[in-house]
C-alpha cells in the first residue's frame, strides 16, 4: 500500500462482520462500527466521524505547520468539528471551533486560523465539487 505520490492517499477497507470494518492505510489501521442503535456494536468509529477527526487534524497540521514557518509560537491547541444538515436540507453544515494560544493577538490569530482552513487539503476536498471513479 506504499504510494511514491505526496498527493496520492491510499485506504483499503475490509468488512469483518455486522456493520464493522477495518480501514488500513499505510501501516495504520483502525475500526469503523455504528453505535448499537444503529444495528453495530459500537466497537470503532462511525464514517462520520472519522471524516470530522480528519478536518481537524488536517486544519490542526496545517496551524502548526504554518507557525514552525512564520516563527509563531502555540502554547495549545483544541479543534471542535461538527457537522449537520443546512436548513435547506440539500446538503451539509460543517462548524469548526478553533481555540488557539500562542503569540498572536486576536486579529492576527484569527486572520492565522482563517488562513490555515483554506490551505488546509481536507477541508478544500469537502468544500469543492469532486470526482468519484467508482470501479466494480
Known amino acids: 500500500m506504499e504510494c ?14 455486522k ?3 477495518v480501514g488500513t492505510s499505510r501501516e ?7 453505535k448499537t442503535h444503529e444495528k453495530g456494536e459500537n466497537t470503532g468509529f462511525k464514517p462520520t466521524e472519522l471524516l470530522l477527526i480528519s478536518i481537524g ?8 505547520s504554518m507557525a514552525e514557518l ?16 443546512n436548513s435547506a436540507g440539500d446538503g ?19 486572520e492565522f486560523i482563517k ?9 478544500n476536498i469537502v468544500r469543492n465539487e469532486n470526482e468519484i471513479i467508482l470501479e466494480l
Open 115 to 123: 488562513r490555515a482552513e483554506e490551505i488546509c487539503k481536507i477541508s
Open 4 to 17: 511514491c505520490d505526496a498527493d496520492k492517499s491510499v485506504a483499503k477497507i475490509k468488512w469483518v462482520g
Open 57 to 64: 487534524g488536517c486544519l490542526g497540521t496545517t496551524l502548526i
Open 92 to 110: 451539509w453544515l460543517f462548524r469548526i471551533k478553533v481555540k488557539l494560544e500562542g503569540n498572536m493577538d486576536e486579529k492576527e490569530r484569527a
Open 70 to 85: 512564520h516563527e509563531k509560537r502555540i502554547d495549545s491547541l483544541y479543534i471542535d468539528v461538527e457537522i449537520e444538515r
Open 28 to 34: 495504520h489501521s483502525v475500526v469503523l462500527d455504528q
Open 19 to 21: 456493520r464493522q470494518f
